[in-house]
C-alpha cells in the first residue's frame, strides 16, 4: 500500500512558476515509478510526467515537455513537479499517482497506477 498527500496548487499568472509537492508512505513507496497526471475543466484525465524509482529515468507529455520537471528525493519520500513558464491551458486538479509494479520502468499512460492522491487545484490566470 502507499498513501499519497498532494500539496503546491494555488492561483498563479501566466509564465510564473509553482511547485507541486507529493508526499509519499508505505514500505514500496521508493520503489515504484511515480508520475503526475491532471484533469482540466471538463475534459478527461492527461498524462504530465513520470519518473521510475530511481530517478534516473523521466518521461514528459509533450504539452509540458521543456517546462515541467519531475524529480523525487527517496531520502524524505516526496515527488515535485516544477512548473515553469505556466499556461492558461495548464490549468487543472493535478494529481500524483504510484505504479503497482515495484521496480518498474517509466511510464506515462494510468494503466497500472494504483495509488492516487486526493489531488491539488492549479489555476493559471492571464
Known amino acids: 500500500q502507499v498513501q499519497l498527500v498532494e500539496s503546491g496548487g494555488g492561483v498563479v499568472q501566466v509564465g510564473a512558476s509553482l511547485r507541486l509537492s507529493c508526499a509519499t508512505s508505505?514500505?514500496?513507496?521508493?520503489?515504484?515509478?511515480m508520475a503526475w497526471f491532471r484533469q482540466p475543466p471538463g475534459k478527461g484525465q492527461e498524462s504530465v510526467a513520470t519518473?521510475?524509482?530511481?530517478?534516473?529515468?523521466?518521461a514528459y507529455a509533450d504539452s509540458v515537455r521543456g517546462r515541467f520537471t519531475i524529480s523525487r528525493d527517496n531520502a524524505k519520500n516526496m515527488v515535485y513537479l516544477q512548473m515553469n513558464m505556466v499556461k492558461p491551458e495548464d490549468t487543472a486538479v493535478y494529481f500524483c499517482?504510484?505504479?503497482?509494479?515495484?521496480?518498474?520502468?517509466?511510464?506515462?499512460?494510468?494503466?497500472?497506477?494504483?495509488?492516487w492522491g486526493q489531488g491539488t487545484q492549479v489555476t493559471v490566470s492571464s
Open positions: 499517482a504510484a505504479h503497482s509494479t515495484l521496480w518498474g520502468p517509466i511510464q506515462l499512460k494510468p494503466r497500472g497506477y494504483d495509488y
Open positions: 508505505g514500505r514500496s513507496a521508493n520503489a515504484v515509478t
Open positions: 519518473i521510475n524509482w530511481s530517478g534516473e529515468a523521466t
